[in-house]
C-alpha cells in the first residue's frame, strides 16, 4: 500500500495536523482488509481488483485535470510505472484478495504490517544502503520470529494448509510493497510528480488486470451484488486507494517516509477493530503474540523509541 518509501530517510518532527493526516491515513488503508471481507461475499478477486484500480484510476486523474496536470510522457516513463504497477497493485493487490479468502483481515493487517521488515532485508541485499544499521537488522530478525509464531506450528506441519498459503501469500504482498518501495525511489529523477505517478500506476493496473478478469472471473456470471457490496468497493477505490494516495505523497513531502513508516504499527488496530465489531472475527493468542514480537521488531527498525531510552537513560547504564 505504501509506494515509493524509503525507511532509512532521516527523521523530521510532525505537528498535530501531520499527526492527524497520519492517523486518518492509517484508519483508511486499516479499513482496506474490511471492505475486502464484505466484497468476498459476492465477488471474486480479480473483478474486485480490477474495480479498485478502476474506481481509483478515474478520481486520481478527474484530480490531475483539476490541478492542472496531464499526464506522464515518454516511454521510459510508462514502461517504468508499469513496473511500478505489477509490484505496487495487481500482484499484491491479488495476493491479499485471495489470502482473505482463507484467513480473516485482522490476520491479514498484522501479516501486511511486516512491509517494513522486507524492506531493510532486500535493501541491505539489493541496494546496498549504508544506512542499514545493526539495529535494523536485529529488527528485521525479531519480526521474522514473530511471523513464525503469528503462522503457529499447527499450519508448519500442514494440518492447515490452507490457512499456511494464504499466510504466505500474504507475506509476498508485503514483499511486493518492499519490492516497490526501492523501485519507487527512480520516479524522483523523472520529473513526474508523486499524483501523476500513482494515476498512471492504477490504470496501467487495470489494463493487466482486465484480460485475467474475463477469462477468470467471468464478471458477467457474477451477482450483482447489494447495496453493501456497491458501497465496499466505492469505498475501497475512492478512499483507500486513490484518496490515500494523495494523502500520502503529501504527507511524503512535509514529514518524510520514515514517519509515514508508523502507518504500519497503526494499521492492524484499525483493521481488528473494524473486523471484531462488525465481521465478528477473533484473533488467537499466538495472533497476538505474534503481533507483539513484531510490533519490537518494527519499533528496533525504526530506531527512534530505542535512541530516546537510551539517551534518557545511558547515564545510569
Known amino acids: 500500500m505504501i509506494a515509493g518509501m524509503n525507511i532509512m530517510q532521516q527523521h523530521k518532527s510532525m505537528g498535530v495536523g501531520e499527526w492527524t493526516v497520519l492517523v486518518g491515513l492509517s ?3 486499516g479499513s482496506t482488509f474490511f471492505f475486502v471481507e464484505i466484497l468476498l461475499t459476492a465477488w471474486t478477486p480479480f473483478t474486485i481488483v480490477f474495480l479498485r484500480v478502476s474506481i481509483a484510476a478515474l478520481c486520481l486523474w478527474a484530480y490531475l485535470i483539476f490541478r492542472g496536470r496531464g499526464a506522464p510522457k515518454g516511454l521510459k516513463i510508462w514502461v517504468n510505472l508499469a513496473g511500478m504497477s505489477m509490484l505496487n497493485n495487481v500482484i499484491p493487490f491479488c495476493l491479499f484478495i485471495w489470502a ?14 511486516t512491509m517494513p521488515i522486507f524492506t531493510v532485508v532486500l535493501g541491505y541485499m539489493l541496494a546496498r544502503d549504508e544506512n542499514i544499521s545493526g539495529g535494523k537488522l536485529l529488527g528485521a530478525l525479531v519480526g521474522f520470529i514473530g511471523v513464525a509464531v503469528l503462522i503457529g506450528v499447527d499450519a508448519l506441519s500442514g494440518r492447515g494448509a490452507d490457512t499456511l498459503l494464504a499466510q504466505l501469500a500474504m507475506l509476498g504482498t508485503a514483499m511486493c510493497y518492499a519490492f516497490a518501495s526501492l ?17 498512471g500506476q492504477v490504470t496501467l493496473s ?19 451484488g447489494g447495496v453493501h457490496v456497491w458501497a465496499s468497493v466505492i469505498a475501497l477505490g475512492t478512499l483507500c486507494t486513490a484518496a490515500a494516495y494523495i494523502a500520502y505523497f503529501r504527507l511524503l513531502g512535509s514529514v518524510g517516509a520514515v514517519n509515514i513508516s508508523i502507518c504500519t504499527f497503526l494499521i492492524p488496530i484499525f483493521s481488528i477493530m473494524l473486523g471484531a465489531s462488525f465481521l465478528g472475527e477473533v484473533l488467537l493468542p499466538q495472533h497476538i503474540i505474534g503481533m507483539v514480537i513484531i510490533g519490537i521488531g518494527l519499533l528496533l527498525i525504526d530506531g527512534r523509541a530505542v535512541a530516546k531510552f537510551y539517551s534518557r537513560f545511558s547515564p545510569n547504564l
Open 27 to 29: 484508519a483508511v488503508w
Open 100 to 113: 482473505q479468502m482463507s484467513i480473516t483481515g485482522s490476520l491479514a493487517s498484522i501479516l501486511n504490517g
Open 183 to 199: 523501485y519507487g525511489k527512480r520516479f524522483r529523477a523523472m520529473d513526474i510528480s508523486p499524483a501523476q505517478t500513482a494515476a
Open 206 to 224: 487495470a489494463l493487466f488486470i482486465f484480460p485475467l478478469m474475463m477469462i477468470f472471473d467471468r464478471p458477467w456470471t457474477l451477482p450483482l
